[in-house]
């Protein structure tokens, strides 16, 4: 299945980006760890990614209240990112918005590793 408007739901979601995700990508756009460029709310297939790295295939989720009562629709969504080649990486909108450099810390920590 294809959704067609995925761009233009893209772009009204870049529009209300909660602050803790508005602080993430802050840190990570324009290059600013390692020159790799990110994206936010990023069309993925049928999907549509937080922040997506795509020269590092990695993929960026921040779960907040309506994902976490959705696990397996979320496992489907992980698989599918992976077959097209992404590392997905997932953190709860808590996470984010309690223990912001923790959770840029653990994304540095990936890139680093996927480096080597």
Do not use: W
């Not at 602050?19 to 390692?34: G, H, Q, T």
């Not at 295939?57 to 990112?81: F, M, P, V």
Request: hydrophobic share 35%; proline share 3%.
């Amino acid at each position: 299945m294809n959704y067609p408007n995925l761009e233009s739901l893209a772009s009204r979601l870049r529009q209300c980006e909660t602050m803790p995700e508005f602080y993430l990508y802050e840190k990570l756009k324009s290059k600013a760890y390692k020159g790799y460029d990110f994206f936010r709310q990023m069309p993925l297939g049928n999907y549509i990614v937080d922040i997506v790295c795509d020269e590092l295939k990695l993929a960026i989720d921040i779960d907040g209240d309506t994902h976490d009562l959705k696990y397996a629709q979320g496992e489907g969504r992980n698989r599918s990112l992976r077959e097209m080649g992404f590392r997905v990486l997932r953190f709860t909108h808590n996470e984010l918005k309690h223990a912001p450099e923790y959770v840029l810390g653990k994304i540095y920590k990936h890139i680093d590793e996927l480096e080597h």
